[in-house]
């Protein structure tokens, strides 16, 4: 094996790693899983913590070329947001005391963006319901579930019928 296919190999396996989150946050988890079966980066990430501390967290996140969706676990205030590809670090500030839930798929490949254009994205976020005007339901369900393992499976029932284009063919 050359050192190429090796990079290669740690490329597709690796999830997109941010040093600040762990560092800032309590009760961390996260799992990788193939999500998507018509696309060749079929993988995604999705994790799990809950801020720490009295006043807002801040968290600088590094560009990582994935888009991602970061759910705020508030029943009294629920809701998700959708960023796109950063080309330079950015901040994230999150409420004190916070469960969160994110999902991050290693592409955009094989996405279906019915709101909005994954381009119109770069180096910026939006409300995940204005990109997917069918996930209100998802967006208020996500908060009330009891586990990691229950927020993975409503969200991956959810991207069944509504995020994967089943007609992408890789090129």
Known sequence: MTIA???????SNSPPFQPSVNSHVDVYEERQMSWNPVCIKKDALFYQF??????????????DACLNVLFECDENDPHALLSGTFLEPKVL??????TYFGFKPYSSLGLKTPG?????LVN???????AFPTATQLVEKIPGAK????RIRMFNEYARGNLI???????
């Not at 909005?116 to 119109?120: A, T």
């Not at 586990?147 to 229950?150: C, H, Q, R």
């Open 116 to 120: 909005i254009h994954c381009g119109e």
């Open 50 to 63: 809950r801020t720490l501390g009295e006043e807002e967290c801040t968290i600088e996140l590094l560009p």
């Open 93 to 98: 500030e999150l409420k004190p005391y916070t």
């Open 165 to 171: 284009d089943k007609e992408y063919t890789p090129t």
């Open 5 to 11: 296919d090796v990079l290669k190999e740690m490329g």
């Open 147 to 150: 586990t990691f393992d229950e």
């Open 124 to 130: 910026a976020h939006t409300d995940f319901t204005y």
